[in-house]
């Protein structure tokens, strides 16, 4: 199935930026998918950028629509880690409608933001409106629409995070649906560092220090 | 990168089973990489949305998906259960019924009523039935067989309660622009799974 | 079982001070909380207490001027700022001590499911829309108009469901409650319903004030001029004034204290009698006796119409037993929190005042002060010649890795001592091959990358792998440049309960023969880290700044707990 023979196929593609993307990661609409750069995306990942912010229709298109970066998806910052089988997507917003007749250009997509140092557990399903810096998601969460995260936040393992809900920063969330458990302590800042697991992934990937 | 960045996507190919025998309805919005197989028909009745990755499998009975249906992506609808008995059919789900990202319906029977909402990640087992205009919260699972009454919510781990919104005619009008909205973001290729 | 790993837990040197007896001088010495007598004392990390000690060295604080680690026990906390944790808005001192504790927007949880509440209009689309979009909505008015209602996007629970409608979109915690203390008055829930078996209610008929803090009003307003009655001049009466300011007062309090020479120096003063308040408009708030509408509202709304136990918990209010007496919970305030040392008051940490600021005007983290150990597996699960399961075999000598990691700029040299079987009821046996070492200065540039580009070039690191090594008794098994990785070798007992043989019995001893306590498999190793290290000068401060030419010795003592893993059951 390699459509290109030349060469020994590696298992991520490297981008200049440092993104390191697993060749069996699923990205829908790769041009509405920003990435800040050294961003791990591992295999069965997969990324909706095909849910972007739609123009508005016809009849009001020249206000903004077709420029650049205007309806990007899904912005991802730098040092970000996504691990096997999780799912990012935008949202549909119904953002209610202003005109009274009820056109369909008043439902949208929502773009979704993730800051610096986001970890994504494997299986995690992310719709969130925006997830800060330093936010570690653990393993099958499911984080629902317009959920804002802030920077320094633990979901535990197998958190349902409801839509709409603000999960405020240092704090540590876990349940169905979620709730506050804990407090991130002051000792435990440089854990949601994750330069350290970006070189422990690639095509040569580093040991991991001591 | 230079290659892929002209790209629209990375999908890398899935080994599917063989290709199901399939019945689309009017206006019936299915992605390129949606994967549709098994040997029992698939009938996907009109304006329904299949979403990328979304795996429909007649290996275990027929799939039959209404009207104005939205399948996310990475579901699994007619999933092998745990036990050989098939049914006479795999799946139903009526209209407006939404199933949503990596959630698993087993074969065998399985009906889902008008107007359910069935939550991220949540496994529907085989036989169960559901009534109309339930809520499967996330990670939430319906054991096979179980039968769960109309306007049921199942949230927190399988507590339940009764629906008493009534919001059915607004809730159908708010999919069906969802829906007009979808059908102009997924790239539909219903030739694709018809030959 | 689930998936265990080794951890390593810091006993904090609060466990041992009593409350009060710490001098202020002798505590601003450097000093090793180990007292001679100390060190004759085992630690056992399975007893009670040792549960309220121990803490990952994340969650431990430094003091630089007692030089000893500090918990989140033994601190003492200051209150920055307070804010709303959904719409994270600062709430002001003054109006915490006069509203209360919560949030007094628009924010709440579920009283059904506790997720967020968003407030919609009854006539909107059912998809949840963001209140500020809404509100966005509103003031362009063309969106939707009321009446408003607050829905969980989780449970499709709604506020219509206990007949709760807004008129505005903002400020719904003073519309609540405003609906609130009328409700009660006026609400009869289970007394119109055609069912056969209602009766009319006492209720309605009384007009009782329902709700707890109307109740409390009418008693204290009651109190209030019963008291003014029996002592006019005392000048009681004024609203959130008991009358410990007023001279009458003072009296009383000064005879409860110095005993009866002031009362029997004056003549006792007539006793008037106070009574009791004795109608519901004083606040009397009779028991409920009459149980026919609980009874018919159980018949109509059946099981599930009842409220759980874990949902009155987090009612605002107590009382409630059906699910229609729920009310929706306004957000509980979250804090952020100065905390200083207990002995010196020192800051220890200091988080900025701005709610959105991450950032720390100061840290002290004992993990930049003292060596953090990691724990794992000298030859890792799976590998060739390695364990195959996460269990350990009884009776099977198992070795493990401690490394520890120097965070200071200075040498540390490092002495560990472990008791030869952990204590217990399941005694393993415990062997620390290098109990004495010196962990190299850590680097001055804090540069990650430079760091690890020289890492690889380090002339320390003797072994890059670990398989086909002989391990040696007293030597480091490898070593970077701040940091060491010494074996400890662990012979893991079998837990099955058996009785002891008489010949080891001591006399008087017992047999535990009870069933397996929850982590009792857990090989845990009481470990005594001592630390020795020289200070430069000039981070000796205050009174040791005699000798400042020379370096000055510090030490730093305190015991750890090392989780190494479960003991299979076979």
């Known amino acids: 199935m390699s459509r290109k023979p030349a060469g020994v196929r590696t298992e991520y593609i490297e981008t200049e930026t440092g993104n390191k993307v697993a060749r069996k990661a699923n990205l829908v609409g790769t041009q509405h998918i920003m990435l800040g750069g050294k961003t791990v995306i591992m295999a069965d990942a997969m990324i909706r950028g095909d849910l972007a912010r739609t123009a508005p229709t016809s009849s009001s298109s020249s206000s903004s629509g077709t420029a650049p970066g205007s309806n990007t998806a899904v912005f991802i910052g730098r040092y970000c880690f996504l691990s096997k089988g999780c799912c990012l997507r935008p949202r549909d917003a119904s953002t209610r409608a202003r005109h009274a007749d009820d056109t369909p250009s008043a439902f949208t997509y929502m773009p979704l933001r993730l800051g610096d140092h986001v970890f994504v557990g494997e299986s995690a399903i992310v719709q969130a409106a925006a997830i800060g810096s330093h936010v570690h998601v653990g393993k099958n969460v499911v984080i629902g629409e317009f959920a804002i995260i802030k920077d320094f936040v633990r979901v535990l393992d197998d958190t349902v995070i409801p839509a709409n809900m603000v999960i405020p920063s240092f704090t540590v969330v876990a349940g169905q649906p979620a709730r506050i458990v804990g407090e991130v302590p002051e000792g435990g800042h440089e854990a949601f560092e994750l330069r350290e697991l970006y070189r422990t992934v690639g095509n040569n990937p580093q040991p991991a220090s001591v | ?195 | 079982m689930a998936s265990f790993t080794p951890y390593a837990y810091i006993q904090c040197p609060c466990v041992d001070s009593v409350p009060g007896s710490r001098s202020p001088d002798g505590a601003s010495t450097p000093t090793s909380h180990s007292s001679p007598e100390d060190d004759e004392r085992d630690f056992d990390p399975r007893s009670p207490r040792s549960n309220y000690s121990l803490y990952p060295i994340e969650y431990m604080l430094y003091c630089e001027d007692c030089h000893t680690v500090r918990c989140e026990r033994c601190v003492t906390e200051e209150v920055v700022t307070l804010y709303c944790p959904s719409c994270l808005f600062e709430v002001g001192n003054s109006s915490v001590k006069t509203e209360g504790n919560r949030c007094t927007r628009s924010c709440f949880q579920c009283p059904i499911c506790i997720g967020p509440l968003s407030v919609q209009s009854l006539e909107s689309t059912p998809a949840a829309p963001e209140p500020s979009l809404l509100s966005a909505d509103h003031a362009t008015a063309t969106g939707p108009a009321g009446p408003w209602i607050l829905c969980c996007s989780y449970c499709n629970w709604n506020s219509s469901e206990i007949g709760v409608k807004f008129d505005k979109p903002q400020g719904i915690f003073a519309q609540l409650s405003k609906l609130r203390s009328g409700y009660d008055n006026h609400h009869s829930r289970y007394t119109s319903s055609g069912d056969g078996d209602t009766y009319p209610t006492k209720r309605d008929a009384d007009g009782e004030p329902g709700s707890t803090k109307a109740r409390f009003a009418s008693l204290k307003s009651f109190y209030q001029t019963q008291m003014s009655n029996e002592n006019p001049n005392s000048g009681l009466g004024s609203t959130m004034d008991y009358g410990y300011g007023s001279p009458g007062a003072l009296s009383r309090i000064m005879s409860l204290y110095s005993g009866n020479t002031l009362s029997s120096a004056k003549p006792k003063s007539k006793p008037t009698i106070m009574r009791e308040a004795d109608t519901t408009k004083e606040g009397l708030f009779p028991a409920k006796l009459d149980d026919t509408s609980v009874m018919s509202g159980l018949r109509s709304a059946g099981y599930d119409g009842t409220a759980t136990r874990a949902q009155v918990n987090v009612q605002v209010e107590e009382g409630a037993r059906f699910a229609t007496d729920l009310w929706p919970i306004p957000y509980v305030l979250r804090t952020k929190r100065t905390k200083r040392c207990p002995s010196c008051r020192h800051i220890l940490s200091k988080p900025e005042a701005k709610v959105s600021n991450t950032r720390w005007r100061m840290r002290l983290i004992a993990g930049n002060y003292i060596p953090s150990i990691t724990i794992k597996p000298l030859i890792p699960v799976g590998a060739p010649g390695g364990p195959t399961t996460h269990l350990l075999t009884p009776v099977k000598p198992v070795q493990y890795l401690l490394t520890f990691k120097n965070p200071i700029f200075e040498t540390i040299k490092v002495t560990l001592a472990t008791p030869a079987v952990t204590p217990g009821r399941f005694a393993s046996k415990v062997t620390l091959l290098c109990p004495q070492f010196q962990i190299g200065a850590n680097s001055d540039d804090y540069n990650l990358d430079e760091v690890l580009k020289d890492r690889d070039k380090d002339p320390q690191r003797k072994r890059s792998d670990t398989t086909g090594q002989q391990v040696e008794a007293g030597k480091e098994w490898d070593s970077g440049r701040n940091w060491v990785s010494v074996v400890v070798e662990v012979v893991p007992s079998s837990i099955q309960i058996e009785p002891k043989p008489t010949i080891l019995k001591k006399l008087g001893e017992v047999d535990d023969l009870g069933p397996l306590r929850e982590d009792e498999d857990i090989v845990e190793i009481p470990i005594f880290v001592h630390l020795e290290w020289e200070a430069s000068a000039d981070q000796v401060t205050g009174k040791d700044r005699e000798d400042k030419e020379t370096k000055e010795k510090k030490e730093l003592a305190y015991w750890c707990a090392l989780g190494i893993g479960r003991i299979s059951p076979e």
């Open chain 2, 1 to 195: 990168m230079s290659s892929s960045n002209k790209r629209q996507s990375v999908l890398p190919k899935v080994p599917s089973g063989p290709k199901a025998p399939v019945n689309f309805g009017s206006h019936v919005t299915i992605a390129d990489s949606a994967i549709l197989t098994g040997s029992h028909t698939i009938n996907i009745s009109s304006e329904s949305v299949i979403h990328p990755r979304a795996r429909l499998e007649s290996t275990y009975g027929r799939i039959t998906i209404g009207r104005r249906c939205i399948v996310h992506e990475r579901t699994h609808v007619g999933a092998p259960s745990s036990d050989d008995k098939r049914g006479d059919f795999g799946v139903l789900t009526e209209d407006y019924v939404v199933v949503e990202v990596g959630s698993i319906i087993e074969s065998g029977n399985t009906t889902i009523g008008e107007g359910c909402h069935i939550g991220p990640r949540v496994t529907i087992g085989k036989g169960a039935k559901l009534g109309k205009h339930c809520t499967i919260t996330a990670k939430s699972i319906i054991q096979p067989g179980e039968v769960v009454p109309d306007y049921t919510v199942v949230y927190s781990n399988g507590l339940r309660r009764t629906d008493k919104r009534g919001l059915e005619i607004l809730k159908a009008k708010a999919q069906a622009r969802q829906i007009e909205i979808l059908r102009r973001l997924i790239s539909s290729n219903p030739a694709k799974f018809k030959d």
